[in-house]
T-cell receptor, first 113, second 113 residues
Framework: AQSVTQLGSHVSVSEGALVLLRCNYSSSVPPYLFWYVQYPNQGLQLLLKYTTGATLVKGINGFEAEFKKSETSFHLTKPSAHMSDAAEYFC???????????FGQGTRLTINP | SAVISQKPSRDICQRGTSLTIQCQVD?????MFWYRQQPGQSLTLIATANQGSEATYESGFVIDKFPISRPNLTFSTLTVSNMSPEDSSIYLC??????????FGPGTRLTVL
């Protein structure tokens, strides 16, 4: 079975500061990993994904994440936070042929002016 | 990615009634899914909607409570039957095209009084 743990249900950073949202996964097979963002009163939008190949993946809105197999991690980062980044962020895992996505509990990101 | 719409976007219903939620995609997709997001929670997969056959339900979800139809490759419905306040949630459909990435609709916000 696969699982995802997001450390920190709430993260607060100042505008312009580094954003780091943590995601650790458990999987007995090579994982496919995703970050989604949910703005208030909206559905989920795909930020970025890792399936195979380069372990550092870049997504929309300046976000990136690095797949580290040895640490079973897929942390999301952004060098400089913007007020518009305030949202709920979800990490999810699946694997090739599985279809089913397993989500973490989510991290609410707050940006302080 | 596909453009996904859901109807209704929100609704307030009385307990004991049923609500049917529609999910429409602007192109044919191989996989369609239905998720529930309870207040302040992450997403939980309800079922995979199979075209021309019965949906595949996850543990804890049954067809009598959440009947699902998928008459073609661009449309699916989820019915929430005999509703109670515990059914108040956001219901989201997602689609996947032959591969690993799921794209989500905007969600339907349901409140049951």
């Amino acid at each position: 079975a696969q699982s995802v743990t997001q450390l920190g249900s709430h993260v607060s950073v100042s505008e312009g500061a580094l954003v780091l949202l943590r995601c650790n996964y458990s999987s007995s097979v090579p994982p496919y990993l995703f970050w989604y963002v949910q703005y208030p009163n909206q559905g989920l939008q795909l930020l970025l994904k890792y399936t195979t190949g380069a372990t550092l993946v870049k997504g929309i809105n300046g976000f990136e994440a690095e797949f580290k197999k040895s640490e079973t991690s897929f942390h999301l980062t952004k060098p400089s936070a913007h007020m518009s980044d305030a949202a709920e962020y979800f990490c999810a895992v699946t694997h090739q042929g599985a279809q089913k996505l397993v989500f973490g509990q989510g991290t609410r990101l707050t940006i302080n002016p | 990615s596909a453009v996904i719409s859901q109807k209704p976007s929100r609704d307030i219903c009385q307990r004991g009634t049923s609500l049917t939620i529609q999910c429409q995609v602007d192109s044919q997709v191989t996989m369609m899914f239905w998720y529930r997001q309870q207040p302040g929670q992450s997403l939980t997969l309800i079922a995979t909607a199979n075209q021309g056959s019965e949906a595949t339900y996850e543990s804890g979800f049954v067809i009598d409570k959440f009947p699902i139809s998928r008459p073609n490759l661009t449309f699916s419905t989820l019915t929430v039957s005999n509703m109670s306040p515990e059914d108040s949630s956001i219901y989201l459909c997602s689609v996947s095209q032959l591969g690993d990435t799921q794209y989500f609709g905007p969600g339907t916000r349901l409140t049951v009084l």
